[in-house]
């Protein structure tokens, strides 16, 4: 047990180095050091405790074997140099507390940055240390199985024994991922330094905080911003380092950077799969790409659970259970849901669906079919229409958490005479950047739209009114054409009164404003007579929308 425990205390020295985002600078997690050697220091002792005990442990000699039992050797010069001459070496090094001495008496007194010689020395010692370890736990699990006749004497035990490897390589691999994080950090922070006349290197060390000169420097460097793996100029190529969490990862809790190592390992392997099917359908690098985005975003969002297919196998009570709790206080913040009651909120938390959207990622487009209603918890849209591709309209609003895109649904899902037939977008909605909502497919919305009868039509249609972006786009143009025709009837007006006043006709102010006001009147009844010519182009360009009926 001891020689289990410590391969999995060794590589956790890789996970002190720390960041402090305040300060840019990298330390030491004095904690973890603390705790870290004091459970190396205990193990170490049972390393001692064996190379005493193989000191002081008989054996039977190998040529008395060949006849009777053996003869049990006793003598403990022949047990010492017996041992010295075979697996003493490996012992003693399996055994020297390396680590400790590093952490705390090596490379404190070193120069520059403490994290470089963390990775240079550090990484190399711990893991050349690893192998007489992992050398003498071979040795004792052939003892076990020699003794018991198999490894364990339960099926399950064999089982956890087979898991433990695998989490002890995913274990290394995810401790040596941090730290290969780190000095690409410290990679970048190098590069912008050497760009910055008022750099210096020892800046990065937090043992430096207060140097002369600091606090103007990180006023006014750089390195925040560039060195950030999200950043469109980062100095350096993040490849597989690249995490949704940034820099600021490295400055987390040091159990939240030890379970970070588990997750990266499982996410690689899916990654990888993904990787292997891009790759063999050929996919170009732009769309591999925005693959990968969608992909890492949904794994940091999710942990990788398929939420609708482990829900879909638990009870319908306990499904709704949990969907309440998901959703319940979120879908009650949309304007449009907030006026219903707890049992109807139930309902449609039933049936919305989760919807993840990276950046630049299109929910719908325009002239394409509405299958689903959208509902914006988190995160922002752009929408926008030129309706139909016309000539010198473009319309564009900014839709944010409590907002809802797919109105042409409800539109359809509460007029019966639609029939069947889908409505098309009359607008285009892209993400700004990661979006979390909520989707209402189109049979899940004739139920809402039945919900929607049960409620005051007045105070709702008002409502729907306030937070469509089509109502808002026709109304906008309305009020446009409206202060363009006031516009160009008091132009008209003023102009004849000039001509009349050039003429050298009499009249006074009180009368130009009567004369405005009948022609006014005139042209308004016109207007109503022929409204397609009395508006302008914008309002002709677009169609006023459908006024719902929720009765």
């Not at 695998?166 to 691999?173: E, K, S």
């Not at 995810?174 to 590069?191: A, D, K, P, T």
């Not at 949904?298 to 609708?308: I, P, S």
């Not at 143009?477 to 000039?498: P, T, V």
Request: hydrophobic share 40%; proline share 4%.
């Amino acid at each position: 047990m001891a020689c289990v425990i410590s391969l999995f205390v060794d590589p956790l020295f890789l996970l002190v180095p720390s960041l402090d985002s305040n300060n840019v600078c990298m330390e030491d997690n004095f904690r973890a050091k603390v705790v870290l050697t004091t459970l190396r220091s205990v193990l170490d002792a049972f390393y001692a405790a064996q190379i005493i005990f193989r000191f002081k442990t008989a054996y039977v000699a190998p040529s008395s074997r060949v006849f009777g039992r053996g003869e049990l050797v006793i003598d403990s010069k022949k047990i010492a140099l017996r041992y010295l001459s075979r697996s003493f070496l490996i012992d003693l090094f399996a055994a020297i507390p390396l680590p400790q001495v590093l952490v705390w008496a090596i490379i404190p007194n070193l120069g520059g940055s403490v994290t470089i010689q963390t990775r240079n020395v550090l990484l190399f010692i711990i893991f050349i240390q690893q192998v007489p370890r992992i050398f003498l736990l071979l040795p004792l699990r052939l003892e076990i199985i020699n003794a018991s006749g198999a490894l364990t004497e339960k099926a399950w035990a064999g089982a956890a024994y087979n898991l433990l490897i695998y989490m002890l390589y995913a274990h290394v691999a995810g401790v040596c991922w941090y730290l290969n994080f780190v000095q690409r950090l410290e990679s970048c922070w190098g590069i912008i330094c050497d760009q910055e006349p008022l750099c210096r290197y020892d800046f990065f060390d937090c043992h430096h905080v207060h140097d002369p000169g600091r606090s103007s420097w990180l006023s006014s460097t750089n390195a925040t911003t560039l060195c950030e793996p999200s950043s469109a100029n980062t100095p350096v190529q993040w490849g597989i380092y690249n995490t949704i969490l940034g820099s600021s990862f490295a400055s987390c809790e040091f159990f939240s950077k030890y379970f970070f190592g588990y997750w990266w390992d499982q996410w690689m392997i899916q990654r990888a799969d993904t990787e292997q099917w891009m790759h063999h359908r050929h996919l170009p690098p732009k769309l591999r790409q925005s693959v990968r985005i969608y992909d890492q975003y949904k794994w940091a969002a999710t942990r990788g659970v398929d939420e609708e297919a482990l829900l879909s196998d638990l009870p319908m009570d306990l499904r709704r259970e949990i969907k309440r709790h998901l959703c319940f206080d979120l879908v009650r913040r949309v304007p449009l849901f907030n006026q219903m009651d707890e049992r109807t909120l139930d309902a449609i938390c039933e049936r919305l669906k989760p919807v993840l959207c990276t950046q630049n990622m299109y929910l719908v487009r325009e002239g394409d079919l509405t299958e689903d209603m959208f509902f914006i918890i988190r995160g922002h849209l752009e929408s926008w229409t030129t309706n139909d591709s016309r000539t010198g309209f473009f319309n564009s609003v900014r839709l944010g958490p409590g907002d809802f895109c797919g109105e042409e649904l409800l539109t359809w899902a509460l007029d019966p005479s639609q029939g069947v037939i889908l409505p098309t977008s009359t607008r285009t909605v892209k993400a700004l950047k990661e979006v979390e909502a909520f989707s209402l497919a189109a049979n899940d919305l004739k139920f809402v739209a039945l919900q929607f009868r049960r409620l005051h039509s007045k105070e709702l249609r008002h409502k729907f009114r306030f937070y469509s972006h089509q109502w808002r786009t026709w109304a906008a143009c309305f009020i446009q054409s409206e202060w363009r025709r006031h516009k160009k009837s008091k132009e008209e007006a003023k102009l004849r009164y000039n001509k009349d006043a050039a003429a050298g006709k009499s009249t006074s102010s009180r009368s130009f404003w009567d004369r405005y006001a009948r022609e006014l009147i005139e042209i308004t009844r016109r207007d109503e007579n022929n409204p397609v010519e009395s508006a302008s182009d914008a309002v002709n360009m677009v169609q006023k929308p459908v006024d719902l009926d929720f009765l």
